[in-house]
């Protein structure tokens, strides 16, 4: 499918790449570069930007789909995120995809040296804490795999989400052992003692095994060990000790302590710890998060043993939309690309297993239609078929949910505020409450000789303007500053502003009629989340003399209506795995 290889490099380029540089990356046509994307643009996954493409909020409904089917991020977030918050260090929640580990959660600490790893980046096994627990459970043919890989790709070039591995241990010996980290302390772990020793003396064995001297690397005669040439020893090191620890095996200063979150018996992910060298060595990581990270773990999997099965969501219903699409673009329409999008779709939350009658009917799509889209999906990676039933596999977070994963509001709303403000030839502006003030975090102006001179990052009394008020509608207990009458036309009486503001909440709109400034009407409506919490407000401001209060309302607040419910949509879909940054 050739439409998934543009998705593909548009990922990798970080979510934009011109058309041309498609064409170069994918080998394929220019015109069928042009048929793709506009096929891609008519889904809502991309939007086209003169000659760009660029990645758009609604493509991660794919990796959403993986995510719902697989029930992790939903029962286990929020264990992850508490971790984070009691230990002040990153948390991260991965998942095995063939030889490398692909993140399915991030509970990151914002610090000036913070993780900057993304939900559905991947990384390669033998390079993480995580890789060896994983391995554990491998058979031949997963092992073949990693050699296969490490000789094809000796510096994983295939993982942009990691530095090459081209640095060799320092001090290492051509075809010898290499060193300890620079923490002075071991990069793996040694035999286990009893199962059933009691929590403190499991610990102290812990630490005596980590402090003992690590195994030889092994590399090809006349080579320096690089990284990762010890991942089979520290794989039976994992499977002994039931823990992991990466001492900067990806990149100088990273450690991470990692544990496996068990389901009937397999690994259903693993949860890691991960700090900085400044913060922790990797010893001492092990010494003192190890307790609590087991304490977090047996949580976790008794979340997994206790939770009910889901309930199935409703049909995606899309192979109508797709052949209504190919009539009105006729060939620039590409529908056998559209229709095995849809097939990913069709999985979510309590539709982890489909057979092919289930993918039917979930899709629209004829059986032989649905038969074809999954088998090309299986030979791509992004489908497994066991028993004449087919699941989505991790792969599917690689079309394109790592540079969404960061998408803010601001982010979401610019698209949406740029056609609104060219269909109505006037300024738009998203903005938050920041205590008794609005902030702008996204705006489009208009180059009118007279506009409304307003950019990002300014705050305004939130009193006085209609952004504000649906803000403050929300809020109906909010308590209310001091009212200053910054025109005649100010209201200045908590009374009247609360009545004001029980009407706006009633209505759904605001209107401020040059109370914030003589001759600047505005109106706004909310933006809400997928809760129904008023986050943000979107407005159009224009200058009192181009139309009235009466026409704003008739004219301007249908439009605004339309653009904050696109933008909902997309928060809607964006928000549904992770924390949109509103700001």
């Excluded at 286990?192 to 090809?220: E, V, Y």
């Excluded at 047996?298 to 797709?322: D, I, N, V």
């Excluded at 600047?520 to 209060?549: E, F």
Aim: charged share 25%; aromatic share 4%; glycine share 8%.
């Amino acid at each position: 499918m050739r439409g998934i290889a543009v998705l593909r490099r548009l990922t990798e380029a970080d979510g934009v790449s011109s058309l041309s540089g498609l064409e170069r990356a994918t080998g394929l046509a220019r015109s069928t570069v042009d048929r793709i994307t506009a096929t891609l643009a008519r889904m809502g996954y991309v939007r086209l930007d003169g000659r760009d493409a660029l990645l758009a909020p609604r493509l991660m409904e794919l990796g959403n789909a993986y995510l719902g089917a697989l029930r992790l991020p939903r029962l286990l977030d929020a264990h992850a995120d508490a971790l984070a918050d009691e230990l002040d260090e990153s948390v991260s929640l991965a998942v095995g995809d063939r030889d490398g580990i692909r993140f399915i959660h991030q509970a990151t600490r914002r610090r000036a040296m913070s993780l900057s790893f993304r939900i559905g980046d991947l990384l390669p096994a033998e390079r993480t804490a995580p890789g060896p627990l994983f391995a554990t459970e491998w058979g031949e043919a997963e092992w073949a795999r990693w050699h296969g890989r490490r000789a094809a790709d000796p510096e994983d070039r295939g993982f942009p989400a990691v530095p090459a591995r081209s640095r060799p241990y320092a001090d290492a010996p051509s075809g010898t052992a290499g060193t300890t980290g620079t923490t002075g302390t071991s990069r793996t772990n040694w035999a286990a003692g009893p199962a059933d020793r009691d929590r403190a003396g499991r610990d102290r064995a812990d630490r005596d095994r980590a402090d003992r001297p690590a195994p030889a690397r092994s590399a090809p005669p006349g080579r320096l060990a690089t990284v990762g040439d010890d991942f089979e020893a520290r794989t039976e090191e994992a499977r002994k000790d039931g823990w992991a620890l990466d001492d900067q095996l990806i990149e100088p200063g990273l450690v991470a302590l990692s544990m496996p979150v068990r389901e009937a018996g397999r690994i259903a992910c693993v949860v890691s710890v991960v700090s900085h060298t400044s913060r922790h060595t990797a010893a001492d990581l092990r010494d003192t998060l190890l307790p609590r990270l087991r304490a977090a773990v047996a949580a976790m999997e008794r979340e997994l043993r206790e939770a009910p099965p889901a309930e199935p969501g409703a049909p995606s219903g899309l192979a109508t939309w797709t052949g209504a699409s190919k009539q009105e673009l006729g060939r620039e329409f590409v529908e056998s690309l559209a229709r095995g999008l849809t097939v990913i779709t069709s999985f979510g939350e309590g539709r982890a297993e489909l057979t092919l009658t289930e993918v039917a009917q979930a899709t629209g799509l004829a059986r032989a239609t649905a038969r074809r889209a999954l088998i090309t999906l299986e030979h791509l990676g992004y489908v497994t078929a066991h028993d004449r039933v087919f699941r989505l596999t991790p792969r599917v977070l690689g079309l394109g949910f790592p540079p969404l994963s960061r998408t803010t509001l601001p982010d979401i709303a610019v698209p949406h505020l740029t056609e609104l403000s060219h269909r109505l030839h006037e300024s738009t502006s998203l903005a938050v409450l920041a205590g008794d003030e609005v902030q702008y975090t996204a705006r489009v102006a208009t180059s009118r000789v007279m506009s409304v001179n307003v950019v990002v990052g300014t705050r305004l009394p939130a009193y006085a303007t209609s952004l504000g008020r649906v803000l403050l509608a929300d809020r109906p207990d909010a308590r209310l500053p001091e009212l200053l009458p910054l025109t005649p036309r100010t209201i200045t009486d908590p009374a009247l502003l609360r009545a004001e503001l029980d009407r706006v909440r009633e209505a759904g709109y605001a209107l401020a009629d040059e109370e914030l400034e003589e001759g600047l009407r505005a109106v706004a409506v909310p933006v809400r989340d997928r809760g129904g919490r008023v986050v943000a407000a979107v407005n159009v401001a224009l200058h009192s003399s181009r139309r009235t209060a009466e026409e704003c309302v008739r004219d301007i607040l249908p439009e605004l209506y339309a653009t904050a419910s696109r933008v909902e949509a997309d928060l809607r879909v964006a928000g549904r795995f992770r924390r949109v940054q509103v700001g």
